[in-house]
């Protein structure tokens, strides 16, 4: 589930140029019965089962003796939601290690006592934590210096500055009798930036007006938006 798509694309890529290096760990490994159990039944009963405590603690324990030091973050839909912001300060972080459950989750105490944090992708819940950590290893990476180009550098992009993109066009001018909107074809760069300037600050009205109400837009925002949705603009309503 992990190593085939941590080989693909840009992040295979970062890896091959060694800007980031990641291990996987089979807790198998660390279990101790000639079965490698990693899980067992719920104390008081029910469904389900539990992902035992010493196969993980150890395999923690392993990743902690490892330089650098590392943070040990579990994948749990009740950790802190993740978001552009953590990734960027998950990116800072000389070394990671992500935890990831199967069943009904881990053992409380491996929760209470082996991690430092608990994220959580998202509101919906996933067969394991295998995914979720791939979204954060592939969130976190690109922000490392030098896996993206130098021409797709992540500081301008969407959620850095908590507005969404303005919209794209590339060839052909027309699409199925659809044309690429005329002042991009214009030449007058002054003119574009405005537009989509002013495209993002109504997309993100329409559609995320809890992300317009922590952006900090400028009086030429507001003019901007204002010229698309009348009086109000800026309000997030
Ligand atoms: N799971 N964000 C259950 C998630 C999840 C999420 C991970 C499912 C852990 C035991 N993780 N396992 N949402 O749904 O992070």
Redesign the pocket.
Known sequence: MLASPLQESILGKAVERGLIEIRLVNIREFASDRHQTTDDRPYGGGSGMV?KAEPLAGAIARARAADPPTRVIL???Q?RP?SQRLAWELSRERHLTLV???????DERVRCHCVDDE???????????EI?ALVVVDAVARLVPGVLGCSESPAEESFANALLEYPHYTRPEVFEGHPVPEILLSGNHAAVRRWRRQQSLWRTWQRRPDLLKEADLSDEDRELLAEVVGGDAGSGS
């Open positions: 992902m994948l749990s839909p950790g993740f990831c459950g199967r069943y009904e989750g881990v994220i959580s992708i998202g509101d919906y819940v996933l067969t394991g934590g979720p």
